[in-house]
């Protein structure tokens, strides 16, 4: 016998991060509130093993999201203001939700949605219960309430033409050729001296067996460079980890073990002799002694292609996935410790380490959430694309902001033509400004649905949501959309319909960031003359995004003090007149940046060099060097090439700018 409906004003599926702070905006408000978590436990990735959180540029994080981690923080020092322990920010939430009266369900799927036109009605769980709503909040990684209620979406990745981003679609990596002394040193995260991560493949690695079969892992990969499919980027889980004798619980055998399943790995340790556990694996500590590990390079914690029918499989399929998961991750442990043919000392080194006794006590001491990177996206009023979180950053909607670099893990492994391992579509030095993110991405087209917010699986491209897909921004969403919920409810109108600049004026007195003022930072569109910033600059070999030095437009680049010879930025550029011209290249000093970097001018004249000292502060407003003065005409552009070859530091890159000479 059907159960009948229970009466909400605001129903909201997905106790994620967005969906907490999203039911405390509501409740807030005023509002009646009902949370629905599918799981055992609130608080999605940030209780669930996300500790080290990717944060961006603090200064756009504000409102409840800044409640929340000052909450979770404040027991500790100052410099794990973003960075508590699973078990603080467990704590933090369940605090936040109990004191807005916001009721919980737990550990309940949602089995169906009835709609009567335009509008959700309600909602209906696995165990026969329901909510009638007025409206709906779906704050779920994998949008199921928007999918069930049939709002459109998208699973997978556009192609470069679809929205114009040079990022999209399939994208073969390049082996990154990296030194013994590099792989064997450690993170930087764990008190090393070397790179915060280190990514992709890092030498020739055999793609297959004796028999001529891809090893396990590897795929053919086969796709046009820039095309669309139906992939995306890995998923794994953030274990929580521990050196602290008093609380090392040893790494367990999962339940599936299979050795085979770890080749690649052993071909990487078998190049890499010396590999460091802390090379392996992205280690970050956050509070007592804790980390946060995390994957990097080419064979991590990530499962590249274990998640290929997880966003819109059925609860059966998503339950064996995620139990292949964690066979993978706590099978990858135990290979590393036990397996004889691994380095005595990596596998000592391994056994320094373990899971936490006093975190996921309930759950065998193993994470809570399987980090669902990303799974379906809606296609709303207004998606999201690569432009939005670069150049076209401000929104006349804006109900939140993001910052962080334009980063996507691994989305498979595939065998190059000549028969070795490479990574596919993973890259994580493409920068962005901080941007504002519209209202009207987080809405449905108005023919679809009027009554459902989508703060987590909202609309925006597969790139766009490289960057927009952290937790802080899920938060500042959630904000929104708990307040926008409750002013429809108010007001009898649409979510499409409310006054944004009412719902604006809200959040700006509950202390959220809308919009971000950067006294210090210079757009390249406030300059004179001609300036190309190096976002549009064709970049060879692999270069790092970096914020140092307060960059042009917020973002600059450097070789990495690597591949010396095969690395090059070309800035092309157009006069409108002819004439002489100052050329000007923009970079940011340092004491270890190259004294030596070599210039190419390409003008009317023919061609000429300059060496940049890149030790030395620029000498125009601190910003640029001058190159020289040259002819340029229209109907040829003029050409700036920066080369790193036998440079003797790093080679910063971040504009180059054209001043007229009279």
């Given at each position: 016998?059907?159960?009948?409906?229970?009466?909400?004003?605001?129903?909201?599926?997905?106790?994620?991060?967005?969906?907490?702070?999203?039911?405390v905006?509501?409740?807030?408000?005023?509002?009646?509130?009902?949370?629905?978590e599918?799981?055992?436990?609130?608080?999605?990735?940030?209780?669930?093993?996300?500790?080290?959180?990717?944060?961006?540029?603090?200064?756009?994080?504000?409102?409840?999201a800044?409640e929340?981690?000052?909450?979770?923080?404040?027991a500790?020092?100052?410099k794990?203001?973003?960075y508590?322990?699973?078990?603080?920010?467990m704590?933090?939430?369940?605090a936040?939700?109990?004191?807005?009266?916001?009721?919980?369900?737990?550990?309940?799927?949602?089995?169906?949605?009835?709609?009567?036109?335009?509008?959700?009605?309600?909602?209906?769980?696995?165990?026969?219960?329901?909510?009638?709503?007025?409206?709906?909040?779906?704050?779920?990684?994998?949008?199921?309430?928007?999918?069930?209620?049939?709002?459109?979406?998208?699973?997978?990745?556009?192609s470069?033409?679809?929205?114009?981003?040079?990022?999209?679609?399939?994208?073969?990596?390049?082996?990154?050729?990296?030194?013994?002394e590099?792989?064997?040193?450690?993170?930087?995260?764990?008190?090393?001296?070397?790179?915060?991560y280190?990514?992709?493949?890092?030498?020739?690695?055999?793609?297959?067996?004796?028999?001529?079969?891809?090893?396990?892992?590897?795929?053919?990969?086969k796709?046009?460079?820039?095309?669309?499919?139906?992939?995306?980027?890995?998923?794994?889980?953030?274990?929580?980890?521990?050196?602290?004798?008093?609380?090392?619980?040893?790494?367990?055998?999962p339940?599936h073990?299979?050795?085979?399943?770890?080749?690649?790995?052993?071909?990487?340790?078998?190049?890499?002799?010396?590999?460091?556990?802390?090379?392996?694996?992205?280690?970050?500590?956050?509070?007592?002694?804790k980390?946060?590990?995390?994957?990097?390079?080419?064979?991590?914690?990530?499962?590249?292609?274990?998640?290929?029918?997880?966003?819109?499989?059925?609860?059966?399929?998503?339950?064996?996935?995620?139990?292949?998961?964690?066979?993978?991750?706590?099978?990858?442990?135990?290979?590393?410790?036990?397996?004889?043919?691994?380095?005595?000392?990596?596998?000592?080194?391994?056994?320094?380490?373990?899971?936490?006794?006093?975190e996921?006590?309930?759950?065998?001491?193993?994470?809570?959430?399987?980090?669902?990177?990303?799974?379906r996206?809606?296609?709303?009023?207004?998606?999201?694309?690569?432009?939005?979180?670069?150049?076209?950053?401000?929104?006349?909607?804006?109900?939140?902001?993001?910052?962080?670099?334009?980063?996507?893990?691994?989305?498979?492994?595939?065998?190059?033509?000549?028969?070795?391992?490479?990574?596919?579509?993973?890259?994580?030095?493409?920068?962005?400004?901080?941007?504002?993110?519209?209202?009207?991405?987080?809405?449905?087209?108005?023919?679809?649905?009027?009554?459902?917010?989508?703060?987590?699986?909202?609309?925006?491209?597969?790139?766009?949501?490289?960057?927009?897909?952290?937790?802080?921004?899920?938060?500042?969403?959630?904000?929104?959309?708990?307040?926008?919920?409750?002013?429809?409810?108010?007001?009898?109108?649409?979510?499409?319909?409310?006054?944004?600049?009412?719902?604006?004026?809200?959040?700006?007195?509950?202390?959220?960031?809308?919009?971000?003022?950067?006294p210090?930072?210079?757009?390249?569109?406030?300059?004179?003359?001609?300036?190309?910033?190096?976002?549009?600059?064709?970049?060879?070999?692999?270069?790092?995004?970096?914020?140092?030095?307060?960059?042009?437009?917020?973002?600059?680049?450097?070789?990495?003090?690597?591949?010396?010879?095969?690395?090059?930025?070309?800035?092309?550029?157009?006069?409108?007149?002819?004439?002489?011209?100052?050329?000007?290249?923009?970079?940011?000093?340092?004491?270890?940046?190259?004294?030596?970097v070599?210039?190419?001018?390409?003008?009317?004249?023919?061609?000429?060099?300059?060496t940049?000292?890149?030790?030395?502060?620029?000498?125009?407003?601190?910003?640029?060097?001058?190159?020289?003065?040259?002819?340029?005409?229209?109907?040829?552009?003029?050409?700036?090439t920066?080369?790193?070859?036998?440079?003797?530091?790093?080679?910063?890159?971040?504009?180059?700018?054209?001043?007229?000479?009279?």
């Amino acid at each position: 016998m059907a159960q009948p409906a229970q009466d909400y004003d605001v129903v909201i599926y997905g106790g994620t991060p967005a969906g907490i702070i999203s039911g405390v905006a509501a409740a807030r408000e005023g509002v009646s509130v009902i949370m629905i978590e599918p799981t055992k436990w609130i608080g999605g990735m940030v209780t669930g093993g996300l500790t080290k959180s990717d944060i961006g540029n603090s200064a756009t994080i504000g409102g409840y999201a800044k409640e929340f981690f000052t909450r979770a923080a404040v027991a500790y020092p100052d410099k794990y203001m973003w960075y508590a322990e699973p078990q603080a920010n467990m704590a933090a939430y369940q605090a936040m939700v109990r004191e807005a009266r916001v009721e919980v369900v737990h550990g309940q799927r949602i089995k169906s949605v009835q709609r009567e036109g335009k509008r959700i009605l309600e909602l209906t769980l696995q165990d026969g219960r329901s909510f009638r709503g007025k409206m709906f909040i779906d704050a779920t990684y994998e949008g199921d309430l928007m999918a069930r209620a049939g709002v459109s979406y998208i699973v997978g990745r556009e192609s470069r033409d679809q929205y114009g981003e040079p990022l999209a679609g399939f994208m073969p990596m390049p082996v990154r050729l990296r030194t013994d002394e590099v792989m064997a040193s450690t993170c930087a995260c764990v008190g090393g001296t070397g790179p915060h991560y280190i990514h992709g493949t890092p030498c020739k690695i055999s793609a297959r067996d004796e028999q001529g079969n891809l090893i396990f892992g590897v795929t053919e990969g086969k796709g046009d460079p820039g095309s669309a499919d139906k992939l995306t980027q890995s998923y794994n889980f953030r274990v929580v980890v521990t050196q602290r004798k008093d609380i090392l619980v040893p790494f367990p055998k999962p339940q599936h073990y299979d050795a085979s399943r770890y080749e690649l790995l052993l071909r990487l340790i078998k190049a890499y002799p010396q590999v460091r556990f802390a090379r392996l694996f992205h280690l970050c500590e956050v509070a007592n002694g804790k980390f946060d590990l995390n994957a990097q390079g080419l064979f991590s914690t990530d499962y590249p292609g274990g998640n290929v029918g997880y966003p819109d499989g059925d609860y059966a399929a998503r339950d064996r996935i995620w139990q292949d998961h964690v066979d993978y991750i706590q099978g990858m442990l135990w290979f590393l410790e036990h397996d004889e043919r691994v380095p005595q000392a990596l596998r000592d080194e391994t056994k320094d380490w373990g899971l936490c006794r006093d975190e996921f006590t309930d759950n065998n001491y193993w994470p809570y959430a399987l980090y669902v990177r990303e799974a379906r996206r809606m296609i709303g009023e207004y998606v999201m694309v690569q432009n939005d979180c670069q150049r076209a950053t401000k929104k006349p909607d804006s109900v939140g902001m993001g910052s962080f670099v334009i980063d996507c893990h691994i989305v498979q492994r595939i065998v190059t033509p000549e028969g070795f391992v490479t990574d596919e579509g993973s890259f994580q030095d493409a920068p962005a400004r901080p941007y504002q993110i519209p209202y009207r991405s987080l809405v449905p087209k108005k023919t679809e649905c009027e009554n459902l917010l989508v703060p987590v699986c909202l609309s925006a491209s597969h790139i766009a949501y490289c960057s927009l897909r952290m937790e802080p921004v899920y938060m500042a969403l959630g904000q929104a959309s708990g307040v926008a919920a409750s002013m429809a409810i108010r007001n009898s109108q649409s979510v499409q319909a409310i006054e944004v600049t009412a719902l604006q004026n809200k959040l700006r007195a509950q202390k959220a960031v809308l919009e971000l003022h950067l006294p210090n930072v210079i757009e390249a569109t406030s300059l004179p003359g001609i300036v190309l910033d190096d976002e549009d600059a064709t970049f060879t070999g692999d270069w790092t995004a970096s914020s140092y030095g307060n960059p042009i437009d917020g973002a600059s680049r450097h070789d990495q003090n690597s591949g010396k010879g095969a690395k090059s930025a070309r800035f092309e550029l157009k006069v409108p007149k002819a004439g002489k011209y100052e050329v000007r290249l923009a970079y940011t000093a340092a004491p270890n940046r190259a004294s030596n970097v070599p210039v190419t001018i390409e003008h009317t004249g023919g061609s000429s060099k300059a060496t940049v000292n890149q030790k030395l502060k620029p000498a125009i407003d601190s910003h640029f060097a001058t190159m020289g003065v040259y002819l340029f005409e229209p109907k040829k552009e003029a050409v700036v090439t920066v080369a790193n070859q036998g440079t003797d530091g790093y080679v910063a890159v971040d504009a180059v700018q054209l001043v007229p000479v009279d």
